[in-house]
């Protein structure tokens, strides 16, 4: 595919990339995905659209015949575990979301195949085998050698280090409320940004590295000056707002989460 990334000026697109002259990625497309060469088609939103829903009609199709052939070796209808990793739908592949919900729509008016959890599974059919996965991944090797080896794994003694103090604190301070339970809140959102997988890949790709490990220096320094706070019964208010407004991710995130289990 094209990018606008390598297509345009860069005193266009500067002011959006690493160093302002590092030309890079940056997920817009004007061309549709047309075949190997530059030579490409401006994409057509409609028609992409459309080839979603026949996408979503024949993944429906295939499972309900995965069903089928599974259905007479079996006490019970068969349950397909689909997990897909959430960046798929929407950034990886643009139309991802309209296929996931032509997907719902079609299955809704099919008697073929239901959506369920797995709890709901489990509600249902209390009596299962047991098994255990192989520890993978999508990574090149199919393990995890893209998010542990020698330009990432330095991180991990820090990651982890943070996990520790954070349930420390859960421990120390376990029914907080106002300004303390929103440190303790902003503290839980740094560890979990400092685990970020992008951060590993990022370093190990060599493709804006100084970002990802920025944003991991930066997770780590947050949650030390938030625990020497809390440690020494002060609170910077001023400064935990506008942290709070920067990573805010997880808005509604209870920092209780990270107790251990008596």
């Not at 897909?84 to 929407?90: V, W």
């Not at 592949?93 to 709901?120: C, D, M, P, Y």
């Not at 000056?225 to 209870?254: D, Q, S």
């Amino acid at each position: 595919y094209r990018d606008i990334g390598f297509d345009l000026p860069l005193e266009y697109i500067g002011p959006y990339i690493e160093q302002g002259q590092i030309r890079t990625f940056t997920g817009f497309k004007y061309w549709a995905i047309t075949g190997k060469g530059q030579d490409k088609i401006p994409y057509d939103p409609d028609l992409a659209a459309a080839k979603a829903v026949e996408h979503a009609e024949n993944f429906l199709y295939n499972r309900a015949r995965q069903a089928k052939k599974a259905l007479p070796h079996m006490d019970r209808p068969p349950l397909m575990v689909a997990p897909y990793d959430a960046e798929l739908f929407g950034h990886w592949w643009h139309e991802g979301i309209q296929w996931l919900e032509a997907l719902f729509r079609k299955a809704q008016g099919t008697s073929e195949l239901n959506f369920v959890t797995l709890a709901e599974y489990q509600r249902q059919y209390t009596e299962n085998f047991e098994s255990v996965p192989e520890f993978s991944s999508w990574g090149d090797g199919g393990y995890a050698g893209i998010w542990l080896e020698k330009s990432n794994d330095w991180l991990y003694r820090h990651s982890f280090k943070l996990l520790e103090y954070m349930m420390e604190l859960a421990d120390r301070f376990p029914d907080e409320s106002g300004l303390r339970e929103r440190v303790l809140n902003q503290a839980a959102r740094e560890v979990l940004l400092s685990q970020a997988a992008d951060w590993p890949f990022l370093l190990r790709s060599g493709k804006s590295g100084s970002f990802a490990r920025k944003q991991i220096e930066d997770a780590v320094t947050n949650f030390s000056r938030i625990y020497e706070m809390l440690c020494a019964n002060t609170v910077g208010t001023e400064w935990l707002t506008k942290l709070e407004k920067r990573n805010n991710l997880f808005p509604h995130i209870n920092y209780r989460i990270f107790r251990r289990k008596r």
